[in-house]
């Protein structure tokens, strides 16, 4: 039996964690974790039965509390509560299905509880790579990648040595404005950005993807998960989906992971591995597939990826910039307060103007984060 965790439970990760579980007697849920959605969270606890859960936000924790008052089950809120949830003796591993900075703690904390970390929560190692990498390697825990390109690159190097990397080539959707430019991108609709053409997400990641943001979240997470240069990560379009990453080894080799967009096949794959399990769905049928085409991305229309690049180039509390000030960026675009392009101004006008930090300490890239939102707050507020 291997026992879970998941922070984020009620999420598109989360959701599809607990599928995996509903399709397999071996795994056994203990403890769960959610913001405030606590209708989808009672009927979780219901069905899933755990022994511990964290509603964040405090009163909404009081009233599920008094929703399933006839269970046997602890409920717990705010940072002390998921960093309890995230440490919970009984579990083998932890689902960071969190979104945004605020599973740094918790992370970190399990990290320290000798816990594996399945790891969707990508603003972790973008925000504080420099201290969970040697922290997991200290605890002798696995940061297992739930990205789908993450989790592509890790199985292409599967019995492979990760010196001989050449260059990772990290594919792309090119998400649902693919091949526009920049004037054709002045009056979309917060609709029309979260129509993404392949994968159902989250609001928050369908945003960036579309601004491709996400991408280069994705490679500033590359790097720290499997220790290369920057110069040794390129963005690649595919618009079908098919090839999730690829890598480029030294003597020219090129290894790929295929498969339809289904993010259970990465989840699944993190809780079980080495061993890989039989998982329903679509699979890929190459006798109807007409091609598989590749593109450049367009960094001079979709400029999150440009700016993450000097983010993760210029490092310290850089990528906490970058990541903060679009976190405040897209939740202002999706709660219609700015434009689709001023999520890139924001971005570019935070990291110029927000003091730089090297080697920060978790404390200080939590101070760089306030002070990002508070910067955006004085010139973007209305």
């Not at 007697?25 to 511990?52: F, N, T």
């Not at 964040?56 to 309890?84: F, H, T």
């Not at 609709?189 to 609001?203: I, S």
Request: aromatic share 6%; hydrophobic share 40%; charged share 25%.
């Amino acid at each position: 039996m291997r026992n879970i965790s998941i922070l984020g439970s009620t999420g598109s990760i989360g959701t599809q964690t607990l599928d995996i579980v509903s399709k397999n007697d071996d795994l056994k849920v203990v403890a769960l974790s959610a913001y405030g959605s606590i209708k989808m969270l009672e009927e979780q606890i219901r069905q899933y039965k755990p022994k511990l859960v964290c509603v964040y936000c405090e009163d909404k924790a009081l009233e599920l509390r008094d929703n399933i008052k006839d269970l046997d089950v602890k409920v717990v809120s705010g940072m002390d509560g998921l960093i309890e949830v995230a440490t919970i003796s009984e579990a083998d591993i932890v689902v960071t299905a969190i979104v945004g900075m605020i599973g740094i703690q918790p992370t970190m904390a399990a990290i320290k509880a000798g816990k594996d970390i399945a790891l969707a929560n990508k603003e972790t190692l973008v925000t504080t790579g420099h201290i969970i990498i040697p922290a997991a390697k200290e605890y002798n825990v696995s940061i297992l990648p739930v990205d789908s390109e993450h989790s592509a690159i890790f199985q292409c190097l599967n019995g492979e040595n990760k010196r001989e990397i050449d260059k990772i080539l990290l594919t792309a959707s090119g998400g649902p404005f693919r091949g526009k430019k920049t004037e054709e991108l002045k009056d979309v609709t917060v609709e029309a950005a979260l129509k993404h053409p392949n994968w159902a997400m989250g609001k928050k990641i369908t945003i960036d993807s579309a601004t491709m943001v996400n991408k280069g979240l994705e490679v500033i997470e590359a790097k720290w998960l499997f220790d290369v240069d920057f110069s040794q990560v390129q963005v690649v379009v595919q618009p079908q989906s098919l090839i999730h990453s690829m890598v480029q080894f030294k003597d020219g080799g090129i290894m790929a992971q295929l498969g339809t967009p289904d993010m259970r096949l990465p989840i699944q794959y993190a809780i079980y591995y080495p061993e890989r399990r039989y998982l329903d769905g679509q699979r890929v049928d190459f006798s109807k597939i007409g091609s598989i085409t590749f593109e450049e991305p367009d960094m001079e229309t979709f400029r999150g990826l440009k700016l993450a690049y000097e983010a993760g180039k210029c490092g310290g509390s850089m990528p906490t910039v970058f990541n903060a000030a679009n976190e405040k960026a897209v939740a202002m675009f999706l709660d219609k307060k700015i434009k689709f392009l001023d999520i890139y101004e924001i971005i570019e006008e935070s990291m110029k103007n927000v003091k730089l930090v090297n080697e920060p300490s978790i404390d200080q890239i939590l101070a760089v984060e306030k002070e990002t939102y508070e910067f955006i707050e004085s010139r973007w507020s209305k």
